[in-house]
T-cell receptor, first 115, second 115 residues
Framework: KNQVEQSPQSLIILEGKNCTLQCNYTVSPFSNLRWYKQDTGRGPVSLTIMTFSENTKSNGRYTATLDADTKQSSLHITASQLSDSASYICVVPILGGSTLGRLYFGRGTQLTVWP | AAGVIQSPRHLIKEKRETATLKCYPIPRHDTVYWYQQGPGQDPQFLISFYEKMQSDKGSIPDRFSAQQFSDYHSELNMSSLELGDSALYFC??????????????FGPGTRLTVT
């Protein structure tokens, strides 16, 4: 069964601190994994895409890692800001067969940054 | 840069009424996806269209129908609305990207409330 699981479900940190969000997936066949940021009531916005051949990728204060062998990914946020408060969603697409392009979403990690 | 446009942004309907949601993809994107996100839930894939033809079907109720028009915009028609249909409906668009498959860009969503 294709699944994407994230942890923790919610996280509260102080402004300026770092945090790491986890994602485990069982989607097959696997091509890439995406991290999205979703503000309440808004559409998800892509942060980064990790292909199976990439181990680490940075986008500003966001650094994503991928271990395709263990099917795990992490999103590390450094020097958190109040505007980082949002839901961070791990997404894995299926690129083959009749489910072409279908995305499997994790439940997301709700991050709250306190001043 | 142009983004995915959805209209209306908010919609209030009564039970058993009909609703039509519209999605205008990013220019030159040929694929449209519809997702439903209930309160506190992850987005659930409903249906997708590629070049005006249905390409994949997910958990879309029989009361819902959708189509993609010649200008690539899409409409999701929802009939006999039920209270459980209250959700945020996202549209996403994409085009073939040889590096990443089908990078999906999400619209801001339509908040449907059924009373």
């Amino acid at each position: 069964k294709n699944q994407v699981e994230q942890s923790p479900q919610s996280l509260i940190i102080l402004e300026g601190k770092n945090c790491t969000l986890q994602c485990n997936y069982t989607v097959s066949p696997f091509s890439n994994l995406r991290w999205y940021k979703q503000d309440t009531g808004r559409g998800p916005v892509s942060l980064t895409i990790m292909t199976f051949s990439e181990n680490t990728k940075s986008n500003g204060r966001y650094t994503a890692t991928l271990d395709a062998d263990t099917k795990q990914s992490s999103l590390h946020i450094t020097a958190s800001q109040l505007s980082d408060s949002a839901s961070y969603i791990c997404v894995v697409p299926i690129l083959g067969g009749s489910t072409l392009g279908r995305l499997y979403f994790g439940r997301g990690t709700q991050l709250t940054v306190w001043p | 840069a142009a983004g995915v446009i959805q209209s209306p942004r908010h919609l209030i309907k009564e039970k058993r009424e009909t609703a039509t949601l519209k999605c205008y993809p990013i220019p030159r994107h040929d694929t449209v996806y519809w997702y439903q996100q209930g309160p506190g839930q992850d987005p659930q894939f409903l249906i997708s269209f590629y070049e005006k033809m249905q390409s994949d079907k997910g958990s879309i109720p029989d009361r819902f129908s959708a189509q993609q028009f010649s200008d690539y915009h899409s409409e999701l028609n929802m009939s006999s609305l039920e209270l459980g249909d209250s959700a945020l409906y996202f549209c996403a668009s994409s085009t073939v990207d040889r590096s990443f498959g089908y990078e999906q860009y999400f619209g801001p969503g339509t908040r449907l409330t059924v009373t």
